[in-house]
């Protein structure tokens, strides 16, 4: 049987929210988390403002996610200097960080 993908979402609450912030975060998550080795996906963007049913967290302003296809793969990424820049570069602007990992099948 197959190692499950290893599932890495990331919901990033700002302190500044303004768009010009929330595209400054996108824009990083591109610059430096999209590339690691063993991705087999990655998407990132803003909260979708016109979806408000009772079900949805509305509780963030960016979200980053990101598929890899081993657990150890998520975990070398978790060390990777690009990874760690992000966090250096970003981090003074989180008001609140949530993180969800999950083990996940196709």
């Not at 990331?10 to 988390?33: G, T």
């Not at 979708?48 to 996610?65: I, Q, S, T």
């Amino acid at each position: 049987m197959a190692e499950p993908l290893l599932a890495h979402m990331v919901y990033f609450s700002l302190k500044d929210n303004s768009p010009a912030a929330r595209a400054r975060l996108v824009a990083a998550c591109k610059k430096y988390l999209s590339r690691h080795p063993g991705t087999v996906f990655f998407a990132c963007g803003t909260l979708a403002e016109d979806l408000r049913r009772e079900v949805n967290d509305l509780d963030f302003d960016v979200a980053l996610h990101l598929v890899f296809q081993t657990k150890k793969d998520h975990d070398a990424y978790q060390e990777a200097p690009l990874h760690n820049q992000f966090i250096a570069e970003n981090k003074d602007n989180w008001k609140k960080v949530r993180v969800f990992d999950a083990c996940v099948e196709r």
